[in-house]
């Protein structure tokens, strides 16, 4: 058997996923990035976006939204805001998210409205996220 | 002496009251189980977050970043963390009185005060002050991380804009079931965690890779500490007031049962008063006609 990585999700409800898994991938500040068992210590800022992991032939996924994750002493944790499993994912709620936000934008663009537009980018890459997520499961 | 009747209607009243309570304290014990469970789950991201924390300030300057910022204290804000429902005993005045009496002392000092309220109950008291700048309310019974987030938003701006220079965040502590403390608890500007653990300790933070570097990681993990304080006052706050509410209610139903248990001795006076009234009246009765 390969060599395996612990995995850590906790998020303010409690933690969502604690399991041996054999590589991480994760959307890290500076774009996507893979850990695998034995890496380095290292600290990064996640964004919103899609955490996936694989055991084996498993593959699954989870929408996660802002915090940050470590890895050290093979373990890998993520603190994010929440996190969801793609069969978790109402579909419909997303997509209308995703409308909602998109308008906003639309409007705050057209008004000029800065704290809005933030709210607005923000909830429509939730939305987004969703969606890629409760495809893949 | 009172008539029958109406110790009798007296009695069904104050037996309604007691079951009204009783069945409070049973509703409060059950919510109080969900909260202490939220509680429960919260604590290892909190503690996660607080190592990582501790850990990132080992290496980097304070000054540099605004929301460690340490200024000269003229205008101070608190954040008063309440229920937004009463009938839970003193819990929610406690916290009152400490920030009426913190707020005395500010002004002694010289400093001005105001006051973010979170919860109804906080509101109310403190409205009569003018100095609430502003207030989230019926968020209490059922609030997740955003609802923190939005309030340590609000507060981290006007820190920022300079409008305030010092923040503390009062709440009540859950001790136990038992013991709920009014508490005050620093949060802006953001004091650097204490280095407890030495050298070694240090050695090992060298080493991590930070992506990006350290001062942008702080630069988010900042405001998600002050979304942390919050939430967690919250927290506390909700499973005390269903603790407080538990006691409260279940002195009021003791209460209820000693006023019966009085109140039927009053009734079963008055009722010997009345029989024996009446048998005066028909032995008298009965003595005439023998005469």
Known sequence: ?137 | MPSLKDVQDKIVGVKKTAQITSAMNMVASAKLRGAQDKMENFRPYADKFNEAMSNLSGGGNTDQFPLMEVRDVKNVEMVIVTSDRGLCGSFNANIVKLAEKKMREYEAEGKTVSFVCVGKKGNQSLKKTGKVRTQFLDIMSDFQMYNAREIAQDVATNFLTGKTDKVEVLFGHFKSVAVQRPEAQDMLPITPMEEEEGAEEKQAVGDYIYEPSTEEIMDVMQPLYLNVIIYNAMLQVGASEHAARMTAMDNATNACKDIVSDLTLVYNKARQAAVTGELMDIVGGAEALKG
Do not use: W
């Not at chain 1, 579909?91 to 906003?104: G, I, L, Q, S, T």
């Not at chain 1, 705050?108 to 933030?118: E, I, L, S």
């Open chain 1, 1 to 137: 058997m390969a060599q395996q990585i612990h995995l850590e999700v906790v998020t303010p409800a409690g933690a969502v996923v604690s399991e041996d898994v054999d590589i991480v991938n994760a959307p890290g500040y500076g774009g996507d990035f893979g850990v695998l068992a034995n890496h380095a210590p290292f600290l990064s800022t996640i964004k919103i976006g899609l955490l996936t992991y694989e055991q084996g032939k498993d593959r699954k996924s989870l929408m996660i939204s802002g915090g940050f994750s470590e890895v050290s002493n093979n373990k890998i944790t993520f603190l994010v805001e929440s996190a969801e499993f793609g069969s978790e994912i109402n579909v419909d709620r997303a997509m209308k998210a995703k409308e909602r936000a998109e308008k906003r934008l639309a409007q705050a663009a057209a008004h000029d409205g800065n704290f809005n537009q933030v709210r607005a980018e923000a909830a429509l890459q939730r939305a987004l996220a969703r969606i890629k997520a409760s495809k893949i499961d």
